[in-house]
Nanobody
């Protein structure tokens, strides 16, 4: 049984930092890409960042470039999202995704985590 578990969400003041983690287990994830999406109340889920299995290529949505950094430990099937200079508009539930990357986003999602809440106060 596949399990994708996020951790690291919480409450932080604007300008602060937070580090999210996502661990996948239950199968062989060789060649699977991983990434992060987020969804704020009343809004659609949006792509945030991704990283490939093969060469660690990274992609970000424009609003987080220069502030967020995605990284991956293939040996542990774990992906991280380091979030710096956080803004109130970053407030959302952040979801880990396992699938494949294409065209600057994740095109196919095979597995989702249940989400972790990030709240940024002003």
């Amino acid at each position: 049984q596949v399990e994708v578990v996020e951790s690291g969400g919480g409450l932080v003041q604007a300008g602060g930092s937070l580090r999210l983690s996502c661990a996948a287990s239950g199968r062989d994830f060789t060649n699977y890409d991983m990434g992060w999406f987020r969804q704020a109340p009343g809004k659609e889920r949006e792509f945030v960042a991704s990283i490939t299995w093969s060469d660690g290529s990274r992609a970000y949505t424009d609003s987080v470039k220069g502030r967020f950094t995605i990284s991956r430990d293939n040996a542990k099937d774990t992906v991280y999202l380091q979030m710096n200079s956080l803004k109130p508009e970053d407030t959302a539930v952040y979801y880990c995704a396992v699938g494949f990357v294409g065209g600057g986003t994740m095109r196919g999602i095979y597995y989702w985590g249940k989400g972790t809440l990030v709240t940024v106060s002003s």
